[in-house]
């Protein structure tokens, strides 16, 4: 299991390097994200122990019952999934950074919490690209009002935008769902809001990695590539099915 790891891990990094070379962009621009949804505590460990330093769960309950394996190795722990309100004070115990923020309530809510904290909170706010009704995430067209909304809670400090693309076989209808979160992030440029000159874009999947960083992606989230694949028959981007 250690070596089928360690291996994944090269070809996923040279995967990276070899899209960044394509895209003339330098690799140290892309970050890795290790997507963990129903991985073991001890898959992850070899993964850390090998250099990584970036994982992202989808569940609260996985980030709780993983917390003792992996609580003190040297890793940065985001939270990819759709995030419910009643589950943000336990969520914010253990993350550094949330990547599914995607309407008001919630902004409120975490706004509220980190207050009563007297600590600050990155966000990534996710929009769905593709517009499947299958994820969640802002409508791209509703991304820049809420962006100047969320610009106002001082406990939030916004970093990017994420998004899950559309996935086919067809390598053509999978690219406009990428290259829209970078539209999106150009017409947030061109306001000029203050703080907001270095938005990171987190997309791109075991599937479609090199596409996203073809279209800017500064940060890909790998599971499937690294740890095999964990649901057979399911979608693993369809963040209405329950695991």
């Not at 914010?92 to 600590?119: F, G, P």
């Not at 996203?212 to 964990?230: D, K, L, Q, W």
């Amino acid at each position: 299991m250690k070596n089928d790891i360690i291996f994944n891990l090269i070809k996923v990094h040279q995967r990276i390097e070899n899209a960044c070379k394509i895209a003339g962009r330098n690799p140290e621009d892309v970050q890795l994200l290790l997507a963990t949804k129903t991985v073991p505590a001890e898959k992850i460990r070899i993964a850390i122990e090998a250099g990584e330093t970036l994982m992202g769960e989808n569940k609260m309950q996985e980030l709780r019952d993983k917390n003792d394996v992996l609580k003190n190795l040297p890793v940065e722990r985001h939270f990819i999934g759709h995030l419910q309100t009643n589950k943000i004070k336990d969520v914010l115990k253990y993350v550094t950074c949330i990547q599914s923020l995607d309407r008001i309530n919630l902004a409120d809510e975490l706004h509220k919490q980190l207050q009563n904290q007297n600590r600050k909170l990155d966000v990534f706010v996710q929009v769905n690209t593709s517009y499947e009704e299958s994820k969640f995430g802002l409508a791209p067209e509703d991304v820049l009002s809420f962006i100047k909304k969320i610009k106002t809670y001082e406990t939030l400090n916004i970093k990017g935008l994420m998004s899950i693309g559309l996935l086919d076989v067809e390598k053509e209808k999978m690219i406009p769902s990428l290259r829209l979160l970078r539209t999106i992030r150009d017409e947030i440029y061109s306001e000029e809001i203050e703080g907001l000159t270095d938005l990171k874009l987190s997309m791109g999947m075991s599937q479609d990695l090199e596409l996203a960083i073809a279209e800017g992606s500064n940060m890909v989230r790998i599971g499937t590539s690294i740890f095999g694949n964990r649901f057979l028959g399911k979608e693993i981007w369809n963040e209405n099915i329950a695991e």
